[in-house]
């Protein structure tokens, strides 16, 4: 493989990526700095994307460098066929020299003549045994990409695919914790409720909270919002 970018290049691309993930931005923030590397990287290009697909097999358009690789990509959803969805579904890169002599597609080929759009790349984003959807570059001129090309895009959607797991599972274990804290919270407010309804009725625990989960009935509330307003009003009324 000839003319590679040096190593301390990409190196450099790749350090800014780990440094986004360190600084725990989000997944979005994540993905636009993705796109706009990968045209750092491979200068031919007029526009880069990355689609992800969940595992109900919606596709996303979760980063674009502008709105014609947004309508490229979405003719792709909307026809269900196209080298970014073939990418992802066979996990290999996929290269088109030139969309008015390819036949592998030729509906989504024929619709993105009007967006300019003669050649394109796409590679897979691969984590472990999951694939997380696909990174795509287009170009204005025909034969765009090579060999060279191909192998950059590689490297570059195995760093991206790193790093778009690892953001996700970060935001995942984030909001799990919330929720965690939440439910906590929620447990504390319910019982310190249940004390209060204990003491002022004279009842043992399990009559308490069934007095609470009457009164939510009745309310057309939630439980931690009864408990929540049985705290408050105790609260105003402490002297």
């Keep these: 493989m000839s003319e590679l970018p040096p190593v301390e290049e990409l190196a450099t691309v790749f350090a800014r ?23 750092e990287t491979l200068p031919e290009t007029a526009g880069a994307g990355i689609t992800l697909v969940d595992q109900g097999g919606r596709r996303t358009s979760a980063a674009a460098t502008d709105e014609r ?19 992802w579904s066979q996990r ?22 009007h967006l300019q759009v003669r050649s394109a790349l796409s590679a897979p984003l691969v984590a472990g045994d999951h694939a997380l959807g696909a990174m795509k570059v287009y170009a204005d ?23 778009i797991a690892n953001v996700q599972s970060y935001e995942n274990a984030h909001r799990l914790s919330e929720g965690l804290r939440t439910a906590l919270r929620s447990r504390d ?31 057309n509330r939630k439980v931690t919002e009864v408990a929540q307003a049985l705290v408050d009003t105790a609260t105003r009324r402490r002297p």
Excluded: N
């Design 189 to 219: 407010l319910i019982g310190q409720a249940k004390g209060m309804v204990m003491q002022r009725e004279g009842v043992d625990e399990e009559s308490a909270f069934a007095i609470l989960t009457a009164a939510s009935q009745h309310q």
């Design 92 to 113: 290999q890169v996929i290269r088109i020299d030139d969309v008015h002599e390819e036949s592998r597609w030729p509906r989504w080929c024929a619709a993105v003549t």
């Design 141 to 163: 001129a025909p034969g765009a990409y090579g060999p060279r090309e191909e192998h950059l895009l590689s490297m570059f959607a195995r760093q991206a695919s790193i790093l």
């Design 17 to 39: 990526m780990s440094g986004l993930l360190l600084s725990e931005e989000t997944v979005s923030s994540a993905l636009v700095l993705v796109t706009a590397l990968t045209m």
């Design 69 to 87: 690789v947004e309508r490229a990509d979405l003719l792709q959803y909307e026809l269900d066929e196209g080298p970014c969805l073939t990418a």
